[in-house]
């Protein structure tokens, strides 16, 4: 019957283990949505206090990165000799497509996005302290005792007296269940309801029960008054969380700026593919001409070498250009969060649509626009902020510790053992006091309190030295953009000069009265000068993009493209 019992146990347990892996295999997809659910709701309603944040975040990536909808590539490009085969067949990515790619599917901006949440995720944490928080336990024992037993029995005249073992067994078993409560400005309220019983299976069937309901509550005076530590830990991380929103809503302007500048900066590289092939073209036609002129005796043999020279360092200019090229675009696919097996190229369109649009704007008004719109900057002055605050909770932690404390319990009735063991109103004891500390040591506090003063001083010349820092990133960056325009400007002309040089010395070459080396630098300032200007003119782009970012007015939408300024002016 033993070995019964023992199958039976076992079987029981197995099935308690059973459903509580059920039960908890339910309840871990519940957890998740409750996290996301509260995680989502903070973001939500914190999102309108910080413009051009998303309005739509999330974490999930639930869409799987497709390119089967973008235009395919169908034309061998010659500037590329043998890797233009590599393209066809390639998807074409316009600049829209590739931040869209970017926003979804970047790693780096996966990872600033679950920052974000998770900074969202510890806020609800801080905000459950001042939440009734409840709490249980419950606990179960059974008992077994051998105890010596005395037996005398009387037979006539005989008296005998036996020893015997006899085993006394018990159940006990206790509950408690617990609530806390921070109360804001009020104090902090702790409940207990306990329950105890303990019956006798064997011997004395006796069973006693017992149960009890207690509450205290404290509220500091003085030192710490209203809880003051705690409330500031919970108004630090609301703060905190209005900081990090704020941060990543100016990460996604540089991220977008980042992706433009890599993206513009790969066509460049691409055009000056087409460039040095045109060279070399030309640097042959050149050199075959120069042979045919040589044959003739009308050529030195020092200029034919010069030309063949030059044909060989266009040549190798070209290879170089395409490894460049090649290489920018692996790079970019990994910033857009693809993998370098993809095969895409990005739209020529898109540099060929490029134009100077240079803001009207002055560069004292755009520090004022700056130094009122950047929200790095908004984050420090509120950090100073903080620092205000932790001074005078510091002096507040030099006071004497004051708490009123008052506690109050109900027991049951201990002659009552039947039934349950509910706590009697009529059986209730209470206390109320004051506890004080004088705090006769108080280095500690004492230098907490000097921290934080330096820690104050300290945080608000981080603020004068980030107003200078931005006054410089938007004066550099106005520099850079009148120095852009300029240098547009100068290669346009740049390039008409050297068309010109180029058509000149054909024409003298081909009467005979020009040297090599002229044709050489002729031909080498024309290609430079065509690099120039795609560079100038992606520089300028690029340049307008960080001069609005560093105002802090670029305006970020959904899918991580930008809304043109038209009219600085009005801003």
Known sequence: MFPVVKRNARSGLLAGVSLILVLTGCTVNHYRKSADRQAYAVITKKTPQVPNMDPHFTIERTNNLSLEGFPISTNVPEALGADGEQERGARVLRLEDALAIAVGHSRAYQARKEDLYLAALGLTATRHQFTPIFSGSASSEFVGIANEVTRTNIIGANTNISIAFVEDDKVHGSGSLNAEWLIRDVGKLTTAFTADFLRFVTGDPRMTRSSALSAQFTRPLLRDAGFKAQMEALTQAERSMLYTLRDFTRFRRDFSVGIATAYFNVLGNRDAVLNNFLNLKSSRKNAERTRSLAEEGRVTQSDLGRLAQQELS?????????????????????????????????????????????????????????????????????????????????????????????????????????????????????????????????????????????????????????????????????????????????????VKLAERRVEEQTILWELSRSKAQDQVDAQNDFVNSKNQRTQALVAHTIARLKFWNNMGILYIKERGQWEEIKDEKAR
């Open 314 to 494: 266009a040549e190798s200019s070209w290879i170089n250009a395409i490894r460049n090229y090649k290489q920018s675009l692996d790079d970019f696919k990994l910033q857009l969060g693809l993998t370098v097996d993809e095969s895409v190229i990005l739209d020529d369109r898109e540099l060929a649509a490029l134009q100077i649009h240079h803001p009207e704007i002055a560069v004292e008004d755009s520090i004022k626009v700056a130094l009122a719109s950047r929200l790095d900057y908004m984050n420090s002055k509120a950090q100073l902020e903080d620092e205000d605050r932790g001074v005078k909770l510091a002096a507040n932690f030099l006071k004497p510790r004051l708490d009123f404390a008052s506690s109050v319990t109900v027991n049951s009735n201990p002659s009552k053992n039947t039934g349950v063991p509910l706590p009697d109103f009529n059986r209730y004891s209470y206390s109320a006091g004051l506890d004080l500390d004088p705090a006769f040591d108080r280095t500690k506090e004492r230098n907490s309190y000097r921290q934080a003063l330096i820690t104050r001083d300290r945080a608000a010349r981080a603020v004068e030295q980030q107003a200078d820092e931005i006054k410089l990133q938007v004066r550099d960056s106005w520099r850079s953009l009148d120095q852009a325009k300029r240098s547009f400007e100068i290669s346009e002309i740049g």
